[in-house]
């Protein structure tokens, strides 16, 4: 399996995180590419441009993070963990959170003419509404949704420093820093270089 992925990608994160709990990274061949450069081999194999793609084993194209996790959690026989409707309902919410997170980056991109405070405060409330609302997990469970949100939640502090989510979501604030030496996010955190 070949994934197409960009170092500072939350989506690929997961992904590559996901195939790190799973014990199965080392049957992923991980291949760099940067959607905003717009290459034809990444657009061959996923028209949208976007990151993740996996190419399965028999040539099959996955894009979405999600998507390509259930193929993975399928590979392990453990597609149960994914399907239930408790844990789609988590990560639905955590991966709005990278949503967001990520429509507020790309806003600031634009020419500051061309951007608009509308989008950016409306960005700006669900981070702070889907921070303040997140529910620390259970102790002992970290499932993908958990993982989504460690990793929506170090989005925001990698591409979105000036935001302060940590004042109204303390708790969840005090759970990623129990968390954020797993594993599957030690080794997957992207960097600024």
Not at 43 to 70: F, H, W, Y
Not at 168 to 175: F, L, M, T
Request: aromatic content about 6%; charged content about 25%.
């Amino acid at each position: 399996m070949k994934l197409h992925y960009s170092p500072t990608s939350p989506y690929a994160r997961k992904v590559r995180a996901a195939a790190i709990q799973l014990g199965i990274e080392h049957l992923i061949e991980p291949v760099a590419v940067n959607p905003l450069d717009d290459p034809a081999d990444l657009e061959a194999r996923n028209p949208l441009g976007k990151v993740p793609v996996l190419e399965a084993a028999d040539g099959t194209m996955l894009c979405d993070s999600l998507v390509i996790c259930q193929y993975l959690f399928d590979v392990q026989g453990r597609s149960a963990e994914v399907l239930s409707i408790d844990l789609l309902n988590r990560h639905a919410l955590a991966n709005g959170l990278i949503d967001a997170a990520l429509n507020i980056v790309m806003e600031h991109r634009r020419d500051a003419s061309r951007q608009s405070d509308y989008w950016l405060d409306r960005w700006c409330q669900a981070v702070a509404r889907t921070t303040a609302q997140a529910a620390v997990p259970p102790e002992r469970r970290f499932d993908l949704a958990d993982l989504t949100l460690a990793i929506a939640l170090e989005y925001l502090d990698f591409r979105l420093p000036d935001i302060d989510w940590r004042t109204g979501a303390r708790d969840i604030a005090a759970w990623l820093v129990e968390v954020r030496d797993y594993p599957e996010l030690a080794s997957t955190r992207p960097s600024h270089e």
